[in-house]
């Protein structure tokens, strides 16, 4: 519906029915991300995945939902890449040439972001965001959660969603060679005292987001 000049996410009313449609528009990332991976449920192929996508995406409507399934073509694009990348026949002759002529390794930050995109973090929260239940968190229509572009810690604990998955995706993400795991990262660079208290830091965050105050109450 419409509030004032803002144009949020249209679809039936009722929770189960928003979490349904949401879903649906989802799906369309998992037929990349799963179908014919080695934790592939075995549901069917991407087709599939397709063909169920599309009762999401022709019942949501508005700017945060147009945003949202663009955003969503684009992350499984990424995953795409990724994925190319990660199949390339020939073995890099010489990593350290590599990166210097690609002016150094990614950063902490630039990572973090190709993580957000691998995990559709934008399009799972815009959505949200962009619904009935969530729009007085809205600040501009799009299902933007601006406060959290002005709090590190409520910031911090929307990026626990995909540290959460890092946990519990960690073997299979090891059997199949995911890049885009940040606990994976941390083994792989500095062995596994390098994770040490990873889980702890990750339960640490929503303590403290939760003595955060908005509109003069805590959170």
Known sequence: MTTGQHQHVLAPPGTGDFLDLFGAVFILASAIDYAGASDDS????????????????VAVAGRAADLALQETALTCGVMLAKDALRHAPDRLPDPRRYLADAGGAPT???????????????????????????????????????????????????DNSYRYNEIIGILTDYAHEETCNEALLAIAAGGVRAVTGYAAACARVVDDVLTVRLWGRRA
């Open 42 to 57: 075995g549901a069917g192929g991407r087709e599939v995945h397709v063909k169920a996508a599309t009762e999401g995406t």
């Open 108 to 158: 902490p930050h630039e990572y973090m972001w190709a993580r957000w995109w691998d995990a559709a973090m934008l399009p799972y929260f815009r959505l949200g965001f962009g619904s009935p239940p969530y729009r007085m968190l809205d600040d501009d229509g799009a299902g933007t959660f601006d406060v959290s572009l002005r709090c590190h810690r409520i910031r911090r604990a929307i």
